[in-house]
C-alpha cells in the first residue's frame, strides 16, 4: 500500500485560499488514483474529491466550483487548491490512493489540519 503525507494546511479568514499537497511515493508508477477527505471534529470523515491515473476529476457538491485537485506525476504528488473558504470547511484533511491498481479501501494516510475563521 501506497503511504500517503498530507501537507500545507493552517488557519485561514473565511474567503481565503489555501493549497494541500499529498505526497504519494509511487503512485504514478503504480497507476493509482489519489483521493482527498476530511474530517471535522466530532463528525464522519468526508470524501473531498478524487483524481483519476488519467486525470479525471470528481468533487463533493460541497466543494465544487471551490476546490481543484491536480496532480504532478514526475513528484508523485496530488494538489488541492481551495479557494473561497467557509468556516464549515475546518477539519483534517487527508489522503490516500483509490482506484486503479490500487483498488479501494485503503487506508487514509497522516493529515494536515486546516482552520477556516469567520
Known amino acids: 500500500q501506497v503511504q500517503t503525507v498530507a501537507s500545507g494546511g493552517g488557519s485561514v479568514q473565511a474567503g481565503g485560499s489555501l493549497r494541500l499537497s499529498c505526497t504519494a511515493p509511487?503512485?504514478?508508477?503504480?497507476?493509482?488514483?489519489v483521493a482527498w477527505g476530511r474530517q471535522a471534529a466530532g463528525k464522519q470523515r468526508e470524501w473531498v474529491s478524487n483524481?483519476?491515473?488519467?486525470?479525471?476529476?470528481t468533487y463533493a457538491d460541497s466543494v465544487k466550483g471551490r476546490f481543484t485537485i491536480s496532480k504532478d506525476n514526475v513528484k508523485d504528488t496530488v494538489y488541492l487548491q481551495m479557494n473561497s473558504l467557509k468556516p464549515e470547511d475546518t477539519a483534517m484533511y487527508s489522503c490516500?490512493?483509490?482506484?486503479?491498481?490500487?483498488?479501494?479501501?485503503?487506508?487514509w494516510g497522516q493529515g494536515t489540519q486546516v482552520t477556516v475563521s469567520s
Open positions: 490516500k490512493t483509490s482506484g486503479g491498481n490500487c483498488g479501494f479501501g485503503n487506508s
Open positions: 483524481i483519476s491515473i488519467d486525470g479525471r476529476t
Open positions: 509511487g503512485f504514478t508508477s503504480n497507476r493509482c488514483g
